[in-house]
């Protein structure tokens, strides 16, 4: 019954704020990715709910035990580490099962599990190797294996798939989501690639520079981003600033901005009357519609194969735009149109 | 490898290996042929098992051999001992971690005949520790502690002239470690003692025995502390083997040499083989 429930957590270095008034829940069972630029606090909030920094204020709650103060060796977690961090003196074999030996499990259970983790991870080979003597993703997995043969109630994940090419990552992406549903694990998973993280999540937790921007399952967070950063770091958009000018029907309303009047139908009131508002460069529809149409005339074409990117002018404003025909070259005037729930609303303008 | 290129290495390497195995081959030389009755100072040179005999027969050698052995091993226990905490405490630099560092290393500056000068006088009937342990209340008379016998004086004062340099060799070892590894094996469940057992003993062991080789060779071998701060009712090998060279009896002294550099390096030899049986179950590699 691994939950994880953090409140008003504050990290402080000195004069620094690593991170600010973060509360967030993770439910069991749960797979939840941290995502955000180098330096954002995503390892120092791995490091919080394992233990090895004390926060500076909040609290934090494992299993609905307050966790806050227990130093790693006995909170029930798990981290994987970036760097492997591989016990270099000790077989493959006595690092996997290092963990265990800890927690004195019997010999013969240890033997099962290790030959079960040995097995998924394909490491039965290797066991009698030192970790020097293995491949970069040989290693990689050795570390997860080391992890996730303790069946802790929360594992704790640190980018650990950076060091691998992109064949290995898939498929090791797909194993640890497999081990972590077929054993219940609550999973904190750390990342800065956005496909990883949209692929992999029941949730995503966007942090920027140490405050949280939006948590929100992946379809959610790509359809309805909360913030400009979050629109701009998942999938990109084309931002814009907007006035509103009055709601025309409950759930739309009217906009004026830098490429025309528009409407945007949404369940979100504006935040205020200046917000910013965003659109997919993939929303786009190369036809004409009564509303939220312009033109935009084309300045670069970059054919992508199953589909093209647009780079356009619009009254003298650059954006991207996505589209499948792959006819339209620089030059060339478009006439596009957008519907009004693909207009997204955002935060208010500071 | 063929005969030819061993030969070849052999050559390469003679030199050099070949000059420190004459003078080093010279001594031992010199050493167990005199035990043995040859380059008699005064009378005849002629090879006789006399003086091993005798020597064999007298009790005070014994207690010498033991003695040297018992001072040796826990010099080197207890300078390795306290040099592994310090090491792992400066492990990561902090405010005053340097200037720590540089006092705990004074000793190595400090002649041992001096130190060992200091200490008996701090020690002494009425020297500054019986004072303060008095002022404090602590003891009601004055203690005599100098020259006890079981030699805890000098095992004081060579673990304090040699727990720097064990610090030495362990600070650097203990520093390769990397934060990674050790916050890994605190996270899987190893607290401070089992961190210290599985991952910082194993992965610092060659400079652990280096440092405890050393140091039991320079105590086992003990004069100057032991002349002045030892007990007195019994012999070093050192003190033992100036004792017969004093009296003109260089074969006798010679026997005891012979003796001081066999325990030297079966003891070295015990000593580096039972840390890694220790730390490693058994396994060499
Ligand atoms: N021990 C520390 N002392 C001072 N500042 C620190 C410390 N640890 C982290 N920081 C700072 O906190 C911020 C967040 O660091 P953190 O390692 O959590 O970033 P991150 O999101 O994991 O970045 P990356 O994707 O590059 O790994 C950084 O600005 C970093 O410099
Ligand atoms: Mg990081």
Redesign the interface.
């Known amino acids: 019954m691994s939950t994880i429930d953090i409140d008003r957590l504050e990290m402080r270095f000195g004069n620094f704020t690593a991170l600010k008034d973060i509360s967030v829940s993770v439910k069991e069972g749960e797979f939840v990715t941290l995502l955000g630029p180098s330096g954002c606090g995503k390892t120092t909030l791995l490091k919080l709910i394992s233990g090895f920094l004390k926060p500076t204020n909040g609290t934090i709650k494992i299993a609905n035990e307050d966790v806050t103060l227990t130093p790693p060796e006995h909170r029930d977690t798990a981290l994987c580490f970036q760097s492997y961090a591989l016990f270099p003196h000790l077989t493959i074999k006595d690092n996997i099962e290092f963990g265990l030996k800890q927690k004195r499990v019997n010999g013969s259970e240890r033997k099962q599990r290790l030959q079960d983790m040995a097995g998924q991870l394909a490491l039965d080979a290797q066991l009698d190797k030192l970790p020097n003597q293995l491949s970069g993703g040989q290693q990689q997995r050795v570390a997860l294996g080391r992890a996730l043969i303790m069946r802790p109630g929360v594992i704790l994940f640190d980018e650990p798939l950076s060091n691998l090419d992109a064949k290995l990552r898939d498929s090791v992406r797909v194993e640890i989501r497999r081990i972590q549903q077929e054993n219940n694990l609550t999973a904190v998973y750390v990342t800065h690639d956005q496909s990883e993280a949209l692929a992999m999540s029941d949730r995503v937790m966007v942090l920027n520079g140490g405050v949280i921007e939006q948590v929100a399952p992946p379809e959610t967070l790509y359809n309805a981003p909360s913030t400009s950063f979050v629109a701009d770091f998942i999938g990109g958009a084309n931002i814009m600033n907007a006035e509103v000018t009055g709601e025309t029907e409950p759930g739309v309303w009217a906009l004026q901005t830098p490429i025309g009047e528009m409407v945007s139908k949404s369940d979100r009131t504006p935040a205020a009357k200046h917000i910013k508002v965003c659109w997919r460069p993939e929303a786009v529809k190369l036809v004409d519609s009564p509303v939220n149409s312009f033109t935009a005339r084309v300045t670069e074409r970059q054919f992508q194969g199953s589909y093209t990117d647009l780079f356009v002018d619009i009254g003298g404003n650059g954006y991207r735009l996505k589209t499948s025909d792959p006819g339209i070259y620089p030059g060339e005037n478009i006439n596009c149109s957008i519907e009004p729930s693909d207009l997204i609303l955002l935060e208010a303008i500071q | 490898m063929t005969a030819k290129k061993w030969i070849t290495v052999l050559a390469l390497l003679a030199p050099g290996v070949g000059l420190i195995a004459v003078m080093i081959g010279t001594v031992i030389y010199m050493a167990v042929a005199q035990s043995l009755g040859y380059y008699s100072l005064m009378g005849e040179s002629e090879f006789s098992f006399e003086f091993w005999d005798k020597m064999l027969g007298r009790k005070a050698y014994y207690k010498s051999v033991r003695f040297s052995i018992y001072i040796g091993f826990f010099s080197a226990l207890f300078s390795v001992a306290l040099a592994y905490p310090l090491a792992i405490w400066l492990r990561k630099p902090f405010n005053g971690s340097l200037l720590i560092g540089a006092v705990l290393k004074a000793p190595l500056l400090v002649p041992g005949l001096v130190a060992a000068f200091l200490f008996i006088n701090v020690i002494s009937y009425n020297g500054i520790l019986n004072q303060f342990m008095q002022w404090i209340g602590f003891w009601d008379a004055p203690h005599r502690l100098q020259n006890d016998r079981n030699g805890y004086g000098i095992l004081v004062l060579q673990t304090w002239k040699n727990m720097p340099f064990a610090l030495l060799l362990l600070t650097g070892a203990v520093q390769s470690i990397?934060d990674?590894?050790l916050?890994?094996?605190?996270?899987?469940?190893?607290?401070t003692m089992?961190r210290f057992r599985?991952?910082i003993a194993?992965?610092t062991i060659s400079s652990m025995q280096a440092a405890l080789v050393i140091i039991f060779i320079g105590a086992v071998a003990d004069f100057s502390f032991q002349v002045i701060a030892g007990p007195t009712n019994r012999q070093s090998l050192a003190q033992f083997m100036v004792f017969f060279k004093d009296s003109g009896r260089w074969h006798d002294a010679a026997v005891v040499g012979v003796t001081l550099m066999a325990v030297a390096l079966i003891g070295s030899a015990l000593l580096a083989f039972a840390t890694r049986i220790i730390l490693k179950g058994g396994r060499i590699k």
């Open positions: 990397s990674d590894v916050d890994a094996a605190r996270d899987l469940g190893a607290g089992a599985k991952i194993p992965l």
